[in-house]
Nanobody
Framework: QVQLVESGGGSVQAGGSLRLSCAASGLTHKSSCMGWFRQVPGNEREGVAAIYTGGSSTWYADSVKGRFTISQDNAKYLAYLQMNSLKPEDTATYYC????????????????????WGQGTQVTVSS
């Protein structure tokens, strides 16, 4: 059974930084798509970034390009989201997601492409 646990959320002022971590257990394949999504109550879950762990290709939402960086420690089944220059509109619950043996490609930001999800971690950015 795959389990994902996020950590690193919190409250920060605009312009600040946070790093989210996602620890994956039960993943037996090192070639997976790992994604970060976020959701604000009343809105659909939005793809933020994704990484293909078999080759480190990455994808980003236009709204976070140049500010967020997704990375991995494949040996430890960890994924990270470094968030810099945070804005109040980045406030959301952030979720880690995994899709084993899946090339992210054009589906990287589609929640239905990911069978495994973490419980979410809150990020609050104040102005």
């Amino acid at each position: 059974q795959v389990q994902l646990v996020e950590s690193g959320g919190g409250s920060v002022q605009a312009g600040g930084s946070l790093r989210l971590s996602c620890a994956a257990s039960g993943l037996t394949h090192k070639s997976s798509c790992m994604g970060w999504f976020r959701q604000v109550p009343g809105n659909e879950r939005e793809g933020v970034a994704a990484i293909y762990t078999g080759g480190s290709s990455t994808w980003y939402a236009d709204s976070v390009k140049g500010r967020f960086t997704i990375s991995q420690d494949n040996a430890k089944y960890l994924a990270y989201l470094q968030m810099n220059s945070l804005k109040p509109e980045d406030t959301a619950t952030y979720y880690c997601a995994a899709a084993p043996l899946f090339w992210c490609g054009g589906s990287w930001n589609r929640p239905r492409a990911f069978p495994y999800w973490g419980q979410g971690t809150q990020v609050t950015v104040s102005s």
